[in-house]
């Protein structure tokens, strides 16, 4: 097999599309990028990358210069001129936390119009184990072929961690299962061009959707027993975050960190994709439920805690002025998808607090946009209640003599309460007591 056979199509310019198509171009791979956005074509096409992720922007631009990497939304040419087509379009969830599969089924039925013999179709999307089976290879028989014999199919899941995607993706162990030897071979054989990580194959297509859901659940499973943690070592006056980073030492141990909650389009989404198939066949996840539930409940108990920093300096919520510092779903990233500081602002507002909140990375229209009042960091700090929800590498600097009004609830760990307290600061956190 040489990179000259293969063609690739990448349908979903996104936040791992557009890397991957990037980086199969830069091996030497001819790629075209399908996009529905008409200003990511465009963009891509002038050689600039419509997502902030370090060092994409860069090669973005060489590979378009090169002639590998180009960008249309005319799926039917696209699909007659190449023989892989990989999907890595979202798969949110939808009201009933249920996974959303409209962007894969409709990527899929572009693939199958124009679907030809050998052709190899890759699923990347995250979704509900069975998918592949159920789901995409019905859409793609459609077109009149039979999988295996006609064509093949193969799942790999990305794991890079945004904002550190281009290493991750070119460092990363990769997963892949296919729906028979051939397909999992010639999948084995592109992605050993984008990474140096080992390239694993496991049994089958199946297998390989659960890994992935399987990674996220472990993390978010784990900061939801940090937090449980945390908001038992509140209420009983120990210090949580001192007491994990101890336990930590033992050597088999391994406790997340708590916080304001779990946001971004992956952790807070993938364990309802098992959920979802656990309760298909009657066999409910009810540890991972729970793991959710507490999760999506800490921005109430930041609330909380907020409301009680507030009454020891005789303050409601109630016309007082809270300063959230971060709006991002994480530190040093412009993300704001499913943040904790949304519905903690919300409910802030709900209770008539006038919130105005920082944030070095989101643009100002998301902050109005979850009911706050975008402001400078100086303004932030001046309000009756300081609250930290991102860890931005910005807000590491704070000192006591910034706080000016004396409250400071800081849900990450990543400031020294004594240093605060010492100078008169009420200093209230995530497993603080
Ligand atoms: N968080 C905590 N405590 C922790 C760690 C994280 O509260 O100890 C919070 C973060 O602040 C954030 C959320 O969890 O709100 C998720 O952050 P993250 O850094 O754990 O993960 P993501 O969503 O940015 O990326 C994850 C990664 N998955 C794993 O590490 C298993 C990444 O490798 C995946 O590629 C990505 O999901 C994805 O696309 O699925």
Do not use: W
Not at 204 to 210: F, G, I, S, V, W
Not at 300 to 323: F, M, P, R, W, Y
Not at 367 to 379: D, H, N, Q, T, Y
């Amino acid at each position: 097999m040489t990179e000259e056979g293969f063609n690739i199509v990448i349908f979903g310019l996104g936040h791992i599309g557009l890397p991957t198509a990037s980086l199969f171009a830069k091996n030497g791979f001819k790629v075209v990028g399908v996009d529905i956005n008409q200003s990511t074509v465009e963009n891509v096409n002038s050689g600039i990358s419509p997502i902030m992720e370090p060092g994409l922007n860069e090669l973005v631009n060489e590979v378009v210069g090169s002639g590998n990497l180009r960008a249309t939304n005319n799926a039917s040419e696209a699909v007659k001129n190449s023989n892989v087509l990989i999907v890595i379009v979202p798969t949110p969830v939808d009201q009933n936390k249920c996974s959303d599969l409209s962007a894969v089924i409709s990527a899929c039925k572009m693939i199958s119009n124009g679907l030809k013999k050998g052709d190899l179709v890759i699923i990347e999307s995250t979704i509900p184990p069975g998918t592949c089976e159920n789901v995409v290879i019905p859409i793609l028989e459609e077109s009149g072929l039979k999988s295996i014999n006609d064509f093949k199919v193969a799942y790999t899941p990305e794991r890079a961690l945004p904002y550190n995607t281009l290493y991750e993706m070119t460092h990363n162990a990769r997963v892949i299962g296919g729906i028979d030897a051939e397909s999992s071979k010639k999948a084995v054989f592109l992605y050993e061009k984008i990474t140096e990580g080992e390239v694993i194959t496991v049994k089958d297509l199946m297998t390989a959707e659960m890994v992935k859901l399987m990674e996220n659940t472990y993390r978010d499973t784990n900061i939801a027993l940090a937090n449980e943690l945390a908001m038992v070592c509140e209420s009983v006056g120990i210090d949580a975050i001192d007491a994990i980073k101890a336990a930590n030492f033992h050597p088999r141990v391994n406790i997340h960190t708590p916080g304001p909650g779990v946001g971004g389009h992956c952790l807070s989404i993938d364990p309802y994709f098992i959920v979802e198939m656990a309760k298909e066949t009657n066999n409910p996840s009810k540890l991972i439920k729970t793991a959710r539930n507490i999760n999506e409940h800490m921005p109430h108990h930041v609330a909380h805690i907020i409301e009680k920093a507030l009454q020891e300096v005789d303050k409601s919520l109630n016309g007082s002025t809270i300063g959230v510092l971060g709006v991002a779903y994480k530190g040093n990233v412009a993300d704001a998808r499913e943040t904790p500081a949304e519905p903690l602002i919300i409910e802030l507002s709900s209770q008539d607090a006038r919130v105005m909140a920082h944030d070095p990375h989101v643009n100002s229209e998301i902050i109005m946009a979850m009911g706050a009042k975008p402001v400078s960091l100086k303004e932030a700090l001046k309000c009756d209640c300081v609250v930290l929800i991102t860890d931005h590498r910005e807000y590491f600097d704070i000192t006591p003599k910034m706080i000016e009004k004396s409250v400071f609830v800081c849900t990450r760990p990543i400031l020294d309460p004594e240093k605060f307290r010492e100078e008169g600061v009420i200093f209230k956190g995530v497993g603080r007591p």
